[in-house]
């Protein structure tokens, strides 16, 4: 099996996030990730997931079901939505570079999105990070407003996430 750099999975993410946008969004922002998911087909709940997870998601017998930590804040719960939307995009794409790496997610079966440390640098963990970004703010609107000087926290009050995230976005993106 060929192996997959960042690189090659932070464009997957892109390229997955803008299939998104163009068959799903209703083109007002702020990116809705979970009427998006809804849309997709999966099912969402807001639940208490404990101390160490903000998200996750589970493969059923001909369905997906996400669920949400419902302590979070709602700007990251937003992005755990996205991030779980990720997983799940990345599982059902007919994407050719996607083909020696990913199967459906068996029943019972899933990911879990922790808020320590666990699974950092795993390449889906990479994808489905890099896929909420581009979701949540889309490439072309987000270099409009960095060309029009708006400050990360106005940036991050449109897109309604973090102000970390729309740095971590920027410096991705050498905006």
Do not use: C
């Amino acid at each position: 099996m060929k192996s997959m750099t960042y690189g090659e999975a932070r464009q997957i993410a892109r390229d997955l996030a803008k299939d998104t946008l163009e068959n799903y969004w209703s083109g007002s922002y702020p990116v809705d990730p979970v009427a998006i998911a809804r849309s997709a087909g999966i099912e969402v709940y807001s639940s208490q997931l404990g101390v160490d997870t903000w998200g996750m998601l589970v493969g059923g017998d001909n369905s997906v079901t996400m669920y949400l930590d419902k302590d979070q804040p709602l700007n990251r719960m937003r992005f755990s939505a996205a991030h779980e939307l990720g997983h799940y995009m990345t599982h059902t794409a007919s994407d050719e570079r996607l083909a020696d790496y990913v199967k459906v997610i068996p029943a019972g079966k899933g990911y879990v999105d922790k808020r320590s440390d666990a699974g950092r640098g795993n390449l889906f963990e990479v994808i489905a990070n890099e896929y909420a970004g581009a979701l949540l703010m889309p490439e072309q609107e987000l270099r409009r407003m960095a060309k029009a000087d708006d400050s990360n926290i106005s940036i991050a009050r449109a897109f309604r996430v973090s102000v970390d995230a729309v740095a971590y976005r920027r410096k991705i993106l050498a905006l």
